[in-house]
């Protein structure tokens, strides 16, 4: 990546419709060549009041020059042309944040917000406590050769041709199916991890019991889907906006060691999910599981791409719940198609 600092080109709208502010603001802003051909990404965010950024290098010096050219200026007067958006109080926001916040691991204040209807130009703040590491490095690659396709998204986000629940579905169903080192049974099992850390420690009572309601509303559609991706994986027909995704995604893990980007070891830190629910708590004593996959060098892979895949989906605009929700279908449909359950699998250490 570049050796200047980011900056981020911030774009404040208090109720979000972060797609429409990516179709009337970004997109005109980036085909106007305002940037001058930098590496540029588009991202979206909560912290300290919802916002869409476009983020890139530049010396203090050339920020500022930007910025008298009048980047800012024109940003501006785009995102007041949408007129003011839905009327959103900060206060009821408060507990979300919160937790998004220790999901997240995000520094600093969540407050004040940033002015609503404004567009400012500042330093990009760090993600996360510690930002700098190379995997953020490497989160940020992505977040570049995602651009045209993130954008394309929004743009049919925007005029209502896609729901990103639809395209969290699809896109998670196959990640599963093109990054495995065998088949659904390697892959299933962190969605289930993910889900079960949720549904045993932030989810509402009754979370559970109405999610397997909502899959047994959909249990033909969720297998036959897992199917279909299954075949296309296979002859390299995978669906036009989840393969310019997931090929991101292959390029970025294929130029990285990712077992080095987790530090060694692709086992998720001791803490927190481990012990929070009975699924964890079986893998927390699962040795066997542990000593296997600690050193996997497809592990790694996997693991970076999915949580790509993640962050990805919370850009588009998929809240945290929803995320938890589709890896719980997910689970449950390769659990019905591949006859296993996540505990078992990860016990035998099951490969096809």
């Not at 093109?178 to 088949?183: I, K, P, Q, V």
Request: contains cysteine.
């Amino acid at each position: 990546m570049a050796k200047y600092p980011w900056w981020e080109l911030a774009l404040v709208r208090w109720g979000g419709e972060h797609a429409q502010v990516v179709a009337h603001v970004v997109a005109p802003l980036l085909g106007q060549n305002v940037l001058d051909g930098r590496p540029t990404y588009v991202d979206t965010d909560w912290w300290q009041g919802p916002h869409v950024s476009v983020c890139f290098p530049a010396s203090p010096e050339e920020a500022q020059t930007l910025c008298t050219s009048g980047l800012v200026a024109r940003a501006q007067e785009l995102l007041t042309s949408l007129g003011p958006g839905p009327e959103t109080n900060p206060a009821q926001h408060q507990d979300l944040h919160e937790r998004l916040a220790r999901y997240e691991r995000r520094p600093g204040p969540l407050e004040p917000w940033l002015p609503d209807g404004q567009a400012l130009l500042r330093p990009l703040p760090p993600r996360e406590d510690g930002g700098g590491s190379e995997l953020d490095l490497t989160v940020q690659q992505a977040h570049t050769a995602l651009r045209e396709a993130e954008l394309d998204l929004f743009a049919q986000i925007a005029r209502g041709e896609l729901r990103v629940e639809a395209h969290a579905l699809d896109l998670l169903a196959s990640v599963a199916t093109r990054f495995t080192d065998s088949d659904l049974r390697a892959t299933y099992p962190s969605f289930a991890s993910h889900a079960e850390a949720y549904l045993a420690t932030d989810a509402t009572p009754g979370t559970r019991e109405r999610w397997d309601e909502a899959y047994a509303r959909h249990q033909p559609s969720l297998v036959r889907l897992l199917e279909q991706r299954i075949h296309q994986t296979t002859e390299g027909t995978l669906p036009a906006n989840v393969a310019a995704v997931t090929d991101v995604f292959a390029a970025v893990a294929d130029s990285t060691d990712p077992l080095a980007l987790f530090g060694g070891s692709a086992l998720p830190a001791s803490t927190g999910a481990f012990s929070s629910s009975e699924f964890h708590t079986e893998l927390s004593h699962n040795h066997g599981w542990q000593n296997a996959v600690r050193y996997n060098a497809w592990f790694a892979r996997y693991r970076l791409v999915v949580n790509l895949a993640y962050r990805h989906l919370s850009k588009l605009g998929l809240s945290p719940h929803h995320r938890f929700y589709t890896c719980h279908l997910l689970t449950r449909a390769a659990q019905d198609l591949t006859r296993t359950t996540a505990s078992d699998v990860l016990k035998g250490l099951s490969r096809a």
